[in-house]
């Protein structure tokens, strides 16, 4: 099976779960293989999101091996594109002002990847460990100088952690806590890890975001969770954290950033307590809205593709990033496949593979003054500002099409 079915809630552990939208079966988006012939071949999971009656978290119904998601072939790199570099640094700054960190005070960074985050820390004089399964991301941070420890972050890691360094002053984690399996056992580790007063901040995709700007492409199965504030304080408070700050940030296309500390009083300041009561206002908490939300998907990608159509005419199109939402969202999308050629990507770790089922070649940048393409789809729509900069210094008359949030052709 290469996975299990989700009969509870991840948080509250009820066992009221509804279906909210069913996509049916998808590949896994980051499954990119060198060989085209076993890319149409790769097998599909289940990819459904419910919703808990009881503390109205939304999940998926289907958990995927995690060492299938990241240990062998995970891809994404963090310092591929110059909006999260720059986000990154903008983070550590808030963090450093926030909590009062100081020189030689040790950084932990749960799903560190290529140790973008973490270099900003380091540049600070902290000492800094990442921590992250992914194999080929792990290599290129410790080509960078950031001590990374290949694994997924677990009590066994947690103990390694104490007894080489003690106990830890910060620890910091970026999209990262909406994919972990055992999402109980790793806030717990974390919280074990730290000295007391110690600080956890972290970011994760503010699922009020998805909902109000239709973004359901990034509902895939790398994202078990899919948080919104309320049942995720309760979880926090539970575990023994004090919830001290919360903000959204516009990143990946809207993050939460939620900031905790390890003082064992479980309060809640004033401004978490009015960001919690606005965010009962939203469509998180609109049933109506909840069940008339797939429809509303729908409806949008048939405008997407007819006005896709409309303005390509014969024309051939293609796309650029291979994020892994891709496949969701061409799948959803349905325009011929011989209607997109290949993909454009700046990411090396993707580049000579191919995307899974439709089995669309992945190129380097380069190869765009090669083919001369008349449109090109933005399909990493949460960075289209850089990639548009990117397009346009090597052909401004190329025409972009950025089909989320909102259809756009210039």
């Known amino acids: 099976m290469h996975g299990k079915k989700i009969n509870r809630c991840r948080l509250c552990k009820s066992k009221k779960i509804q279906k909210v939208i069913d996509f049916g079966k998808i590949p896994l988006g980051n499954n990119l293989l060198k060989n085209k012939r076993q890319s149409l071949r790769v097998k599909k999971y289940p990819l459904i999101l419910n919703n808990c009656k009881n503390c109205n978290h939304f999940q998926l119904s289907y958990s995927v091996d995690p060492q299938i998601l990241y240990a062998k072939n995970y891809t994404y790199l963090s310092g591929t594109g110059p909006s999260m570099v720059s986000h990154l640094k903008k983070y550590s700054n808030y963090v450093i002002k926030k909590t009062n960190l100081l020189k030689d005070n040790i950084v932990v960074d749960i799903g560190s990847n290529d140790g973008t985050c973490l270099e900003n820390f380091k540049k600070k004089k902290m000492r800094v460990l990442g921590v992250d ?8 941070a410790k080509l960078r100088g950031i001590k990374s420890i290949n694994s997924f972050f677990n009590k066994k890691v947690a103990e390694k952690i104490t007894r080489k360094y003690g106990k830890v002053d910060f620890v910091t984690s970026h999209n990262t806590l909406a994919h972990v399996d055992d999402i109980e056992n790793i806030f717990e580790n974390i919280f074990e890890i730290l000295k007391k007063n110690g600080y956890f901040c972290f970011e994760i995709g503010y699922f009020n975001e998805v909902i109000k700007n239709n973004y359901f492409d990034t509902i895939y199965h790398e994202h078990l969770d899919y948080h919104h504030a309320n049942p995720l304080i309760k979880f926090l408070n539970k575990i023994g954290f004090s919830i001290i700050d919360i903000n959204i940030v516009n990143i990946q296309g809207g993050s939460l950033r939620i900031l905790c500390k390890k003082d064992f009083k479980k309060k809640i300041t004033n401004k978490v307590n009015k960001f919690l009561k606005k965010e009962e206002r939203t469509n998180l908490y609109n ?66 593979k191919f995307l899974p089922i439709y089995g669309n070649k992945i ?30 210094k090597i052909d401004k008359n190329i025409k972009i099409i950025v089909p989320l949030p909102k259809f756009k052709l210039n």
């Not at 399964?133 to 290129?140: G, T």
């Not at 190129?363 to 900069?389: C, E, V």
């Open 133 to 140: 399964p992914a194999k080929k991301p792990c290599q290129v």
């Open 287 to 352: 049933k109506i809205f909840i069940n008339t939300w797939e429809k509303k998907i729908k409806n949008l990608m048939k405008d997407a593709r007819d006005k896709i159509l409309k303005v390509s005419s014969k024309e051939i199109l293609y796309g650029y990033g291979s994020p892994t939402k891709i496949i969701l969202f061409l799948k959803l999308l349905n325009i011929p496949k011989n209607k997109l050629k290949c993909i454009f990507e700046d990411n090396l770790l993707k580049q000579n």
């Open 363 to 392: 190129i380097g940048t380069n190869f765009i003054k090669k083919f001369k393409p008349k449109f090109i789809i933005i399909f990493a729509w949460n960075f289209a500002k850089d990639i548009r900069k990117k397009i346009n």
